[in-house]
């Protein structure tokens, strides 16, 4: 299988600035506790106005090793999607995926009250769909997992699976986020962007205006028309 190199990123990458962002963010949260029902997703305070946290709570997480490993995902598997991508395309992702990973479970506290006081990290939400982006990018070429060589596809599917085990330990409710994360990544990997989307959207539009315009025409066959039968075959 074709083996796919990239460049290590660099720390004045977007990436690299994100996961600076994320350890700051998350020590200082750590530090002034009260922060934490201001940047972190809590779909009753979204409610109540505090719409930012859609994108705030992304770049916080709450034990430390979350910190260490979601600022190490984003700068090497993260600088590595940033690199193929671009940087506008790599933030549309990263900033997309994680509002309406946030949205989504805003949306299900509605029918579920008990998520209402949720507080939710994001780190994970963000880093967990870098992870899956990637991996499903490479799909059946090869790249390694520390140190075992995995395919992209079976990478991805690792990443799916410590959201199904932090859902094990720890329930089904503390991981909605990280769960419409990944139902959205793989929507997007697998032909759901925005620009295809919208593509598609417009070729059928073409092809049902297409179809109105030539509805009153009537194909002619040969017993119907006005001229003999080999009348045409003189022409060229």
Avoid: C
Avoid at 39 to 57: C, I, K
């Amino acid at each position: 299988m074709a083996q796919l190199n990239f460049r290590m990123p660099t720390i004045r990458s977007a990436a690299g600035a994100m996961a600076i962002a994320m350890i700051a963010t998350s020590v200082v949260v750590a530090i002034v506790k009260p922060l934490g029902g201001f940047v972190l997703l809590v779909p009753g305070l979204v409610f109540r106005g505090f719409v930012w946290q859609l994108l705030t709570y992304a770049l916080v997480e709450v034990t430390p090793i979350g910190v260490i490993f979601g600022a190490l995902i984003l700068w090497n598997l993260g600088g590595m999607v940033e690199f193929t991508w671009g940087r506008k395309r790599f933030l549309w992702f990263s900033i997309g995926i994680s509002m309406l990973a946030g949205l989504a479970t805003v949306i299900v506290s509605l029918l579920v009250p008990a998520l209402v006081r949720e507080a939710y990290p994001g780190g994970m939400v963000l880093t967990g769909a870098l992870w899956v982006a990637y991996g499903l990018q490479i799909g059946r070429g090869q790249t390694n997992f520390w140190g075992a060589a995995v395919t992209g596809n079976m990478l991805a599917l690792i990443g799916a699976g410590f959201v199904f085990l932090n859902a094990a330990f720890a329930g089904l409710s503390t991981v909605i986020p990280e769960a419409f994360a990944l139902l959205f990544t793989y929507f997007y990997m697998r032909g759901g962007q925005p620009s295809l989307l919208w593509l598609r959207f417009r070729s059928w539009q073409l092809d049902r205006d297409l179809k109105k315009r030539s509805a009153h025409l009537r194909g002619i066959d040969g017993g119907r028309r006005n001229v003999g039968g080999d009348s045409d075959k003189y022409l060229h």
